[in-house]
């Protein structure tokens, strides 16, 4: 049998220990970055959709606001129709009220002439009438 040699140690680079533990540390420390970048990215869309629910909680404040101010005009419109036809009607009744009295001040005017024209015409015998 020949002689045994000892098996040789490997050995031991001393840049692979710290190249892989510069591996390590930078793998280590670019997933804690993109871990913070995630978190931070994620905090300001919660953010924005914080801000966003606000805004479209108080469109639909207004929204509603504004169908309630709608609907009670509506009902003020409708319930102002039979008011308004009231008025019309009477208006129109005052129209022909107004025609009427015109007709009948001509006709007292007429008859008011006629009278005095009369008394005159008796009271003091005018040549030209007959």
């Given amino acids: 049998m020949p002689p045994s040699r000892p098996h040789p140690k490997p050995r031991k680079r001393p840049n692979d220990n710290g190249a892989a533990r510069r591996e390590q540390n930078q793998s280590s420390s670019s997933a804690t970055h993109q871990a913070q970048s995630v978190t931070t990215t994620l905090l ?25 101010l709608l609907h009670d005009a509506k009902e003020e419109h409708v319930g102002m129709g039979g008011t308004m036809k009231g008025a019309q009607g009477a208006m129109s009744k005052l129209g022909r009220q107004d025609i009427r009295d015109a007709i009948i001040l001509r006709c007292a005017l007429v008859f008011y002439w006629i009278v005095v024209v009369y008394v005159l015409w008796t009271r003091i015998k005018i040549p030209f009438l007959p």
């Fill in 44 to 68: 300001r869309t919660k953010e924005m959709m914080q801000q966003e629910l606000e805004r479209v909680s108080t469109l639909n404040t207004t929204i509603n606001d504004d169908g309630a």
